[in-house]
């Protein structure tokens, strides 16, 4: 109770002891899994959900397979327009890391003197998710579920308060979306053409996509083929 009086009438830093609080009580080897879960593994489940969504995308096929490809290339590019954002916003605020001003909190991760708001991690996490999203909602589900899990994980870890966080998934969203538009314009086409192409097109579309489009397109080698046969008999 001494903790929470010292932070007076504060929500946003009775809830950094509420959450950082559960570390505490929370065994070693806990701490140490969610350490590397919060400051690395949630990062790397990210990466890995893009790379699943593109490997289903191109092998589902179909025409929107470009578009979606283009999303999935402006999540990441989202993410690293939004960190870069997010330099001056952190030199502007210059917010000290919660742990520098609040007594009593366990620190998980040392050697943190950078500004705590916003968070890079928030930022990166959502901006994927929301990109996911774009692309294909079943995917983008999961994706923001990581990115609010990986928020949780920044303030038990006692990293940043919870609104360096809520403050980092507003920009990872607002970068993901308002920039969508003119970036669709620009990489759905460029997909396109690398859709086209005979060396490259496997990044957009599977062999075996490919094929069932090309047997359904009229004029095709593989429609001419058909239409002999049905002729024929």
């Known amino acids: ?37 919060g400051e690395y593994g949630l990062l790397v489940a990210m990466v890995l959900l893009v790379l699943w969504c593109w490997w289903s995308v191109r092998r589902r096929g179909g025409e929107e397979a470009a578009s979606s490809v283009a999303a999935l290339v402006w999540a990441p590019l989202a993410a690293g327009i939004a960190v870069l ?5 952190r030199g502007f605020v210059e917010r000290p890391r919660p742990f520098v001003d609040h ?3 366990d620190v998980l991760v040392s050697g943190k003197t950078d500004f705590s708001f916003v968070s890079d991690h928030a930022t990166i996490t959502m ?17 923001i579920g990581v990115a609010l899990l990986e928020g949780f994980c920044r303030v038990y870890m006692g990293v940043h308060y919870p609104t360096d966080v809520v403050g980092g998934f507003a920009l990872g969203t607002a970068v993901a979306l308002l920039l969508s538009p003119p970036a669709m ?20 579309r599977s062999r ?7 047997a359904l397109l009229p004029g095709s ?10 002729l024929a008999a």
């Open 85 to 89: 954002v997010n330099v001056p916003i």
């Open 103 to 105: 007594r009593g909190l």
């Open 1 to 37: 109770m001494a903790v929470l009086a010292e932070s007076g009438s504060n929500p946003d830093v009775d809830l950094l002891y509420d959450i950082n609080g559960l570390a505490k009580e929370a065994p070693h080897w806990f701490g140490r899994v969610m350490e590397f879960v």
């Open 221 to 230: 080698r593989n429609a001419l083929k058909s239409e002999e046969r049905d």
């Open 185 to 204: 314009a620009l990489l759905t086409p460029l997909m396109k053409a690398v859709e086209r192409s005979a060396r490259a097109g496997w990044l957009v």
């Open 208 to 214: 075996s996509a490919a094929e069932r489009r090309n």
């Open 127 to 143: 901006a994927l998710g929301v990109g996911l999203f774009v692309a294909n909602r079943r995917f983008g589900l999961a994706g």
